[in-house]
Every structure is written in C-alpha cells, then in structure tokens.
C-alpha cells in the first residue's frame, strides 16, 4: 500500500510539474504578447503626431467628398471635425512633451550626477516609468 501511495504521489508531482512548465511558458507568451501590443500602441500614438497624419485625414476627407458626397451631413462634418482636433491635440501635445525632454535632458548633462536608468527612462513604456517613479518615491 505504501508504494502505491509513494507512485502516485510521484505521479501527482511529475504531472504539477509539467503543469507548472506550462503555466509558466503560457505566462511568459502572455507578457511578451502584452509588451508588443503596448509598444505599438506607443508607436501608433507617436505617429498620430506627425505631418503624415494630417495628409492622411485630409485624403479621407477629400476621398469621402469625392465618392460619397451625398452621405457628408452634420454628422460627417462633426466627425471630420472631431478627427482634426484629435490631431491638432496630439501634434501640440507631442510638441511639448519633446521640448520639456530636450531642457530636461540638457540639465541632466549639465549637472551630471543624474542616475543613468533615469537619464535613459525615455526608451521605456508609460507603466514601467510610473513603477520607476513610484518606486524613486518610496526610496527618498
């Protein structure tokens, strides 16, 4: 009786292992998957900022007076409109952003004590920069 319990135990362990092995590599797929769709979401964002977004919205615009042109109403107007303000909203947005990097980089070389993984916070995404701010919070 004991030697069925010791091979069933070893059983149970041998199959929580490999179940375990799973989880893990189904974790791993899962927050790599996680990471790829943050940073295109990231690089979509900074895209919507650029000249080339402005050439787009005016193509569809002019696309959709071009095949559609009874369809343009209020609504279509509102859309249009709406769109364009998204636009002008991020290109400022971004504009600002890059200018308050650039002073804060220049005071970084200037006084040069800066902590290195901070001076390189630009490469990462939004939820790692707030966990590094939270955690620069916590230590001082």
């Not at 900074?46 to 095949?67: H, K, V």
């Not at 107007?77 to 650039?102: G, K, N, S, V």
């Not at 006084?111 to 920069?129: H, M």
């Not at 707030?130 to 919070?137: N, V």
């Amino acid at each position: 009786m004991r030697a069925t319990c010791g091979k069933s135990s070893g059983m149970t362990n041998r199959g929580t292992s490999r179940s375990n092995s799973i989880l893990d590599r189904t974790q791993e797929t899962a927050a790599m998957t996680s990471n790829q769709v943050r940073s295109a979401i990231t690089h979509i964002g900074t895209l919507t900022s650029r000249p080339q977004a402005f050439l787009i919205f005016f193509a569809y615009a002019g696309l959709w007076l071009i095949f559609d042109r009874r369809s343009v109403d209020w609504h279509a107007i509102a859309t249009l409109a709406t769109w364009a303000m998204t636009l002008f909203i991020q290109r400022a947005e971004h504009r600002d952003t890059q200018a308050l990097h650039a002073k804060l980089d220049e005071l970084l070389r200037a006084v040069g004590e800066a902590d290195s993984e901070t001076a390189r916070i630009d490469n990462k995404e939004p939820e790692e920069i707030e966990a590094q701010r939270e955690r620069k919070q916590e230590d001082g």
